[in-house]
Antibody, heavy 118, light 110 residues
Framework: QVQLQESGPGLVKPSETLSLTCTVS?????????WSWIRQPPGKGLEWIGY???????KYNPSLQSRVSISVDTSKSQFSLNLSSVTAADTAIYFC???????????WGQGTLVTVSS | QSALTQPASVSGSPGQSITISCTGT?????????VSWYQHHPGKAPKFMIY???KRPPGVSDRFSGSKSGNTASLTISGLQGEDEADYYC??????????FGGGTKLTVL
C-alpha cells in the first residue's frame, strides 16, 4: 500500500523560496506514475501546482509556472517542490499525491501547513 | 484557468440520496470524459472516489456514482451515511491544464 508523507518548514518568509519534500513508501517511485503537488489555502478549495513524471518530465499549473519547480530523487524515493518569491497568498496546506494517469491522483499524503509570514 | 463551479453546500438525511453538480465549460468537462471526484475529511488525506466520470476505484462503495451531461458532471451518493459527511471536490482535465478543481462542496448529513 502506497504511503506519501510531506515534510518541510512550516513557516517561510515573504519573497523567499518554499521547499517541501514528499517521501514515498510502499511502491517504487521509479514506476510510471505522476507525482503531484496540490495545495489548499485556508478556507478555500484545492489547487493543482504541478507534477513530475517518474522519468523526470514535468508539467505545471500555468498560473504558477514561473515560480515552480518539481523534481524527483529516485535514490531517496522522494520528490520535491520549490516555489519561489512566496507571498501570503501562498499560505496553504500542501499535499503530495500519486497519479496513475496524468489527470487524477489516487493516493494522497495528509498534507502539511505552510505559512508565509515575516 | 477558472475553477469548476460546485454548490458550496448540500445536505441530506441518512438513507437519502444527494447529488453534487460540477459545472465547467467546453474546454474542460464538456470536451473530456476525464472527471474525477475526491472526498476530504479536513485534517486527513483526500480520498479518490471516482475517475473518468463514472469509474470507481477498488474499495470505494457502490453508493457513490458519477455521471456527466454536457458541461456538467455530477456525483451521486445513495443511502447517505453519517461517515459521508465531508468536503467533495470535482476535477477535470482541461485544454490548459491536466487538473482543474472545483471549489468544493460541503456535505452535511442531517
Amino acid at each position: 500500500q502506497v504511503q506519501l508523507q510531506e515534510s518541510g518548514p512550516g513557516l517561510v518568509k515573504p519573497s523567499e523560496t518554499l521547499s517541501l519534500t514528499c517521501t514515498v513508501s510502499g511502491v517504487s517511485i521509479s514506476r510510471s506514475y505522476y507525482w503531484s503537488w496540490i495545495r489548499q489555502p485556508p478556507g478555500k478549495g484545492l489547487e493543482w501546482i504541478g507534477y513530475v513524471f517518474y522519468s523526470g518530465s514535468t508539467k505545471y499549473n500555468p498560473s504558477l509556472q514561473s515560480r515552480v519547480s518539481i523534481s524527483v530523487d529516485t535514490s531517496k524515493s522522494q520528490f520535491s517542490l520549490n516555489l519561489s518569491s512566496v507571498t501570503a497568498a501562498d499560505t496553504a496546506i500542501y499535499f503530495c499525491a500519486r497519479g496513475g494517469s496524468a489527470w487524477y491522483s489516487d493516493s494522497w499524503g495528509q498534507g502539511t501547513l505552510v505559512t508565509v509570514s515575516s | 484557468q477558472s475553477a469548476l463551479t460546485q454548490p458550496a453546500s448540500v445536505s441530506g438525511s441518512p438513507g437519502q440520496s444527494i447529488t453534487i453538480s460540477c459545472t465547467g465549460t467546453s474546454g474542460d468537462v464538456g470536451s473530456y470524459n476525464l472527471v474525477s471526484w475526491y472526498q476530504h475529511h479536513p485534517g486527513k488525506a483526500p480520498k479518490f472516489m471516482i475517475y473518468d466520470v463514472t469509474k470507481r476505484p477498488p474499495g470505494v462503495s457502490d453508493r457513490f456514482s458519477g455521471s456527466k451531461s454536457g458541461n456538467t458532471a455530477s456525483l451521486t451518493i445513495s443511502g447517505l451515511q453519517g461517515e459521508d459527511e465531508a468536503d467533495y471536490y470535482c476535477c477535470s482535465y482541461a485544454d490548459s491544464s491536466p487538473y482543474v478543481f472545483g471549489g468544493g462542496t460541503k456535505l452535511t448529513v442531517l
